[in-house]
């Protein structure tokens, strides 16, 4: 079902798309359409409207430790310092360098 706002999105996709097609530059079309300039970037790297409108998935930094966190915190470490200060001593800071080298330790 189509809704006003993914209406709104395809036609300002199309709208900006043209702007560009025309040569104008991002400044230029914010400027034009009274969007953020920031908008503009987003709407002109995204390859459909389909993109637009379904949104992205956002990845983290975190994302290659999260099984290893989740490990930990069902386990029960929940102090901080405590675990930092063991995992100085077993040598797992260097480990988070090389986030491969914790799935394979981390494996049953």
């Given amino acids: 079902m189509r809704t006003t ?3 709104n999105t395809e036609w300002r996709w199309y709208e900006i798309q043209a702007l560009r ?3 104008l530059s991002m400044g230029m079309i914010a400027r034009r359409l009274e969007l953020d300039f ?4 987003r709407y002109l790297r995204a ?3 389909e993109q637009l409108v379904a ?4 990845t983290s930094k975190l994302d290659p430790f999260k099984p290893y966190l989740h490990q930990r915190l069902t386990a029960g470490a929940r102090k901080w310092h405590r675990a930092a200060r063991r995992d100085r001593r077993t040598g797992l800071h260097r480990q988070l360098q090389h986030p491969g080298a914790i799935f394979e330790a981390a494996a049953p």
């Fill in 21 to 23: 097609v025309q040569g």
């Fill in 38 to 41: 920031k908008t503009v970037r």
């Fill in 5 to 7: 706002r993914s209406d």
């Fill in 55 to 58: 949104g992205g998935v956002r």
């Fill in 47 to 49: 390859d459909s409207v």
